[in-house]
């Protein structure tokens, strides 16, 4: 016949380990929204600009929680290649360039990387602005030379371009439009894989934030939660083989910038802008 001193011991157990688990489901959730909140932040904080983010933890022991549980991952080796010999780019101007390209026209893109050839199709009837702006910056060779400084491999899935300087504040010194942010690709806030578009400053609450995009691009290399803030001008026609290897190298944080910068050495050693 069990006390009632046992069963007095007993229930306290059972609530100890009900609590137990409800705590770490909560860490858990804390843990994923973490997550996606820094990848987003990782494509908004763009364009010379910084934004913050954060989100409560469940207590005061998720950190060393987290450390227990994963692992620190051993760096790949790296895919890439040396790059081509030049200089960043150091221009900017004033304004937006005038528009000067044909959106009746078909325009594709060559970024000739370390990694390999990346191939794009620009859409110049949905996003003129944007096409023309990139059309503009490749003829400056403005992103010749210049490293792909952020991949983003949790929450979603982008490799990030167009900053010569390399560190996520790069600005051409001007900004443009949103545009095409109601194309029929983004349904159920996705960006597919395969997309081409463009980073900005919007922090998601400010109107003022908005229009707010300048060189830097990014390249959707796997489906991705994303809601429609973010100018689709392209789609990736071909080196979808060159970012799953870039992707597959890994990302490491960088502690001076806060990126997430990828193992693999990406730099465009040359981009083109072609009208057919």
């Not at 913050?52 to 790296?78: C, H, I, M, Q, V």
């Not at 100018?231 to 502690?255: H, N």
Request: hydrophobic share 30%.
């Amino acid at each position: 016949m069990v006390s009632k001193d046992q069963r007095r011991r007993q229930l306290a157990r059972e609530k100890f380990e009900r609590q137990q688990q409800r705590r770490s489901v909560d860490r858990r959730k804390a843990k994923r929204r973490n997550v996606l909140i820094a990848a987003a932040v990782a494509v908004a904080v763009a364009a010379g600009a910084t934004a913050y983010a954060s989100a409560g933890l469940a207590d005061g022991n998720e950190d060393a929680d987290r450390a227990a549980a994963t692992p620190t991952p051993s760096k790949a080796p790296d895919p890439c290649g040396g790059p081509a010999k030049g200089a960043p780019s150091t221009k900017t101007w004033k304004k937006e360039p005038a528009m000067s390209i044909d959106t009746s026209a078909s325009y594709s893109a060559k970024l000739s990387t370390t990694c390999g050839t990346l191939q794009l199709k620009l859409d110049a009837g949905k996003a003129p602005h944007t096409v023309n702006s990139f059309a503009f910056l490749a003829g400056q060779g403005y992103f010749d030379h210049s490293t792909c400084h952020r991949l983003v491999d949790e929450g979603i899935h982008v490799l990030q371009c167009g900053d010569p300087k390399g560190t996520g504040q790069g600005t051409p010194g001007y900004t443009l439009p949103d545009e095409n942010l109601k194309d029929r690709r983004l349904k159920g806030g996705v960006y597919p894989a395969g997309t081409v578009a463009m980073a900005n400053r919007y922090d998601g609450k400010d109107d003022k934030t908005r229009n707010s995009g300048g060189s830097q691009f990014f390249l959707v290399y796997q489906d991705s939660e994303l809601p429609p803030n973010y100018t689709p001008f392209g789609t990736i026609t071909g080196g979808m083989d060159v970012l799953r290897k870039i992707a597959d190298a890994g990302s490491t944080r960088d502690p001076a910038t806060g990126n997430t910068k990828p193992n693999a050495t990406v730099v465009i050693d040359k981009a083109t802008v072609t009208k057919s």
